[in-house]
C-alpha cells in the first residue's frame, strides 16, 4: 500500500523551533527524490524544501538557513526540522515525492505560529 502520513505539527510562538515527519510506505518512495509542501490558508501549495535520493537538498529562499530537510531510508522517514519559526510559516505542511504525484497526497500537519 503506498501511502504517506505526515506528523510533528503544532502551535508554537514566534523564533521557537518544530520538527515535521513523513512516515512513508510503498517502494516507490524509496527511489524518488522526496519533498515537503505548505498551504497557508488562502494560498496555493508551495514547495518548501526538497531532498534527492543522494541527499542534494533544496529550499525555497525564506526558509533558507532555518529549515533543514532529512532522510533515514531505514526508517523510510522524511523530516523537516523548522528553526526561528516565524508567522509567514503557518500553514498545512505536507510530504510528497518530487516532482509531487497528486494521487499520494497525504492528510498533512498543521503549523501554526504566533508571533
Known amino acids: 500500500q503506498v501511502q504517506l502520513v505526515e506528523s510533528g505539527g503544532g502551535l508554537v510562538q514566534a523564533g521557537g523551533s518544530l520538527r515535521l515527519s513523513c512516515a512513508y510506505s510503498?517502494?516507490?518512495?524509496?527511489?524518488?527524490?522526496m519533498a515537503w509542501f505548505r498551504q497557508a490558508p488562502g494560498n496555493q501549495r508551495e514547495l518548501v524544501a526538497r531532498?534527492?535520493?543522494?541527499?542534494?537538498?533544496n529550499y525555497e529562499d525564506s526558509v533558507k538557513g532555518r529549515f533543514t530537510i532529512s532522510r533515514d531510508h531505514a526508517k523510510n522517514t522524511i523530516y523537516l526540522q523548522m528553526n526561528s519559526l516565524k508567522p509567514e510559516d503557518t500553514g498545512d505542511y505536507y510530504c510528497?515525492?518530487?516532482?509531487?504525484?497528486?494521487?499520494?497526497w497525504g492528510h498533512g500537519t498543521q503549523v501554526t505560529v504566533s508571533s
Open positions: 510528497n515525492m518530487y516532482p509531487p504525484h497528486r494521487a499520494y
Open positions: 510503498g517502494s516507490l518512495f524509496r527511489f524518488n527524490a
Open positions: 531532498i534527492r535520493l543522494g541527499g542534494d537538498t
